[in-house]
């Protein structure tokens, strides 16, 4: 691929076609921010560092003569052409222009560029100096690199180990290795990224071994890496899902080496067993090697659940419900065993064994409507909700409010729809109140009931200093607000906002709703709110802060006041002249 190949493809009006109006403005302004750092082409692709809330690896290339990007923020996770690499491609596409002037300006014509870049030329005079080197001069650099670069280092043990014979006197090593890289104290989202390049290179070694065929030695460092991961999964904030996939990776490569070595049936069982009592999340799952496994091995793992499942202790409804993981892995094994023998007598017999809580009585009751048992499905949701009549079933009770109009007995379904928006009134519940009385043609009144319920018994309580049993909910006319605006009643949702006040996303919902029917009231709403959003202090919040001066800027557009849009723009420039990110924003909108 040639540089002119890039250029070609890797347009501006390429770039907002790809990545849509939103993306290219956000990356215009990271771009104008300086925001890309350690620009690099080389090897038929830009690569760079874009600063965001985490700093972002990007890169570009040609590819089959279309354009290739990858980015590691969540959106380019999804293959999205996200904000990042906008930055990037602009921010490249503007060095080539500087490049392209120098060269106008030095031969009094354009001419074609023949040499690469600034920051091209100095990695290919890197490129050139490291091929004059001898071996040992090039390790000496690798090893200086290495003592002080941890995800280089690990990187390089990896590969190291990938290639050194897997067998039990060099195991050792294998795990020591891959216990460093994955056991861990507990890391925030922002040490996230540090602590996977620790955990990559465990993969590549994986891969590595796997490739060459040691598949038995694959089985046992696979097993020890998931079991050290399922411990640490318990310490990290694994928001981005990162880590969860490489766990996922590592209990596809166990399972492969299972299906190509074939191991001991009955030592298989057993590892499998103690990997799925220290695995939460079901990653494991042993019905997924049940060919591999055959009857001796299934057989094995049954008695070794079996024997676990005793220990495990009755707990009646009201009983203090204290956390026990082994407690809970073994009872989705037995469930997965039932399953596995389509019993549905054996399913609820486990789930009968702990009734603390009120989701139980639930889940029996859906397992018995699954199996088409209705009676006894109904019979089980009305002990249920009966044992935990003071809390807020919602799952119980809408599996009841089912049942019941699935009986057409719709006015046990109102009255149960009814105690449970005076219990816990959400939009939700309102929602859910009006399906059932719309099924008895008798939402008319039920609605009347219900907003004249909000305003004298609900309102009252709920904005009082004193304590009131919806200590939960967000204070104001919130709620009339939302079923105000469901309903389209778009000036009484924001009367009640005026009167009571509401949240503030409800605020910026009501603006959306006023902008075609009352543009001069939306124009207020967004005028009085921009500064808190300004406020955050953040690349996010200045972005959703220009999305709305454009919104600003409409408005004032339809209400003939683009002269005031201009005093306006100048005032805010002087309020926040200090948020130079922000200013910027201000210059592109």
Request: charged share 30%.
């Amino acid at each position: 691929m040639s540089k002119s190949d890039l250029g070609q493809l890797l347009t501006a009006d390429a770039m907002f076609d790809i990545a849509g109006d939103k993306f290219f403005a956000r990356g215009e302004g990271y771009c104008a921010a300086g925001a890309v750092e350690d620009l690099l082409e080389s090897r038929g692709a830009i690569r760079a560092t874009v600063a965001g809330t985490h700093d972002y690896k990007v890169r570009i290339r040609v590819r089959n003569d279309e354009l290739d990007y990858t980015c590691n923020c969540p959106v380019g996770k999804d293959g999205l052409f996200c904000k990042h690499l906008v930055a990037a491609g602009l921010t490249w596409r503007e060095e080539r222009q500087e490049e392209e002037q120098k060269q106008l300006s030095g031969n009094g014509k354009a001419t074609k560029i023949k040499k690469k870049g600034k920051k091209t030329d100095i990695f290919e005079t890197l490129c050139g100096h490291l091929g004059s080197l001898n071996k040992k001069q090039l390790i000496d650099i690798i090893i200086e690199q290495a003592e002080d670069n941890a995800p280089f280092r690990n990187t390089l043990i990896a590969t190291t180990l990938g290639k050194i014979p897997a067998d039990e006197q060099n195991l050792s090593v294998h795990r020591e290795f891959i216990r460093k890289a994955i056991q861990t104290d507990f890391v925030d989202y922002r040490g996230m990224y540090r602590y996977m390049q620790s955990v990559e290179p465990v993969l590549k070694l994986i891969t590595q071994l796997f490739k060459d065929g040691h598949f038995e030695q694959v089985i046992e460092l696979t097993a020890y890496a998931l079991r050290l991961g399922f411990t640490a999964y318990s310490h990290v904030d694994d928001s981005g899902g990162d880590f969860g996939g490489a766990l996922n990776e590592l209990a596809d490569y166990h399972y492969q080496a299972c299906h190509e070595s074939q191991p001991d049936k009955k030592q298989l069982a057993k590892s499998l067993f103690d990997l799925q009592m220290k695995d939460g999340w079901v990653l494991i799952d042993f019905r997924q090697y049940e060919k591999i496994l055959s009857k001796e091995g299934i057989d094995q793992f049954r008695a070794l659940a079996q024997k676990r499942w005793q220990k495990t202790p009755h707990k009646q409804a009201g009983q203090r419900d204290e956390f026990d993981s082994d407690d809970y892995n073994i009872k989705q094994i037995m469930q997965q065993l039932a399953e596995m023998d389509n019993d549905v007598d054996a399913i609820i017999a486990i789930k009968q064994r702990d009734l603390s809580k009120s989701y139980h009585y639930f889940e029996i009751a859906e397992t018995y409507k699954k199996a088409k048992r209705y009676d006894e499905a109904l019979q089980w949701a009305e002990k249920g909700l009966k044992q935990f009549k003071n809390e807020p079933n919602t799952p119980l009770v809408e599996f009841l409010i089912t049942e019941y109009q699935r009986r057409k007995q719709h006015d046990k379904a109102i009255q149960l729809a009814w105690q449970q928006f005076n219990r816990q009134p959400s939009l939700r519940d309102y929602q859910q109140l009006k399906t059932c009385a719309d099924k008895a043609n008798a939402w008319k009144n039920w609605r009347m009931n219900a907003i004249e319920w909000l305003h004298k018994d609900y309102l009252p309580k709920l904005n009082s200093k004193t304590q009131n049993r919806w200590q939960w909910s967000p204070r104001g006319h919130s709620l009339l607000v939302e079923i105000y605006l469901l309903e389209k009643e778009i000036d009484k949702a924001l009367q009640e906002a005026k009167t009571g006040g509401c949240s503030e996303h409800l605020w910026f919902a009501l603006a959306k709703a006023c902008e075609k029917t009352d543009p001069a009231e939306a124009l207020t709403i967004y005028q009085q709110r921009i500064g808190g959003i300004i406020g955050l202090t953040n690349n996010d919040a200045y972005d959703r802060a220009a999305d709305m001066l454009k919104t600003i800027k409409k408005l004032m557009g339809q209400l003939k006041q683009q002269k005031q849009f201009k005093e306006y723009i100048e005032q805010l420039r002087k309020d926040y002249k200090q948020k130079r990110n922000f200013i910027k924003e201000i210059e592109r909108v």
